[in-house]
């Protein structure tokens, strides 16, 4: 609380008023990115990635202590959270049934009302793209051996691999 005085010089009057406010510091979010390169990573569905992001004052200097949420938005999935350090960083396995496409994550700090602390957020994308299935794997002959194709012991191998674009491949 500060006291504000204010004073007529011609008559020697001094009145004062009693005003409280509070004085907040803006913050961002900076470097929030994945260990996987590219302007708009592509990640499979199933793959473990690394995603981290800094809260810093609006003149650039690091917070620490504070807890930045993580967020896949499209999917609407909560995928973890961490205390800021040198950055906040969670480790993520994409759901095998995360939707295939453009994923908007977002990554977001709630503020800190007792250390006057403003919120902030900001978002990134990632491109997931759907995992192999396997199926129908046969071997011909059932028995195998040791040797080479001319001494009898050849072996087919085939599988039918698909993602959900229906791909064989």
């Not at 470097?31 to 569905?45: A, H, K, L, R, Y």
């Not at 807890?67 to 800021?84: K, L």
Request: hydrophobic share 30%; charged share 15%.
């Amino acid at each position: 609380a500060y006291e504000i005085y204010q004073c007529e010089w011609s008559s020697d009057v001094c009145s004062s008023d009693l005003v409280t406010f509070n004085l907040t510091a803006q913050t961002y979010i900076l470097d929030f990115q994945t260990n996987v390169s590219g302007e708009t990573p592509e990640i499979m569905q199933g793959d473990w990635i690394e995603i981290s992001a800094s809260v810093v004052y609006d003149n650039g200097t690091q917070i620490g202590g504070q807890n930045v949420t993580f967020t896949d938005e499209t999917d609407s999935v909560s995928m973890g959270s961490n205390i800021t350090g040198s950055p906040a960083t969670i480790i993520y396995q994409v759901p095998y049934s995360a939707t295939v496409g453009i994923h908007t994550l977002n990554a977001s700090f709630e503020g800190n009302s007792s250390e006057y602390i403003l919120s902030s957020s900001s978002t990134t994308q990632i491109d997931v793209k759907s995992a192999p299935r396997i199926d129908d794997v046969a071997a011909t002959p059932q028995t195998q051996g040791y040797g080479t194709e001319s001494e009898g012991y050849s072996v087919n191998i085939s599988a039918n691999v698909t993602d959900q674009s229906g791909i064989d491949t």
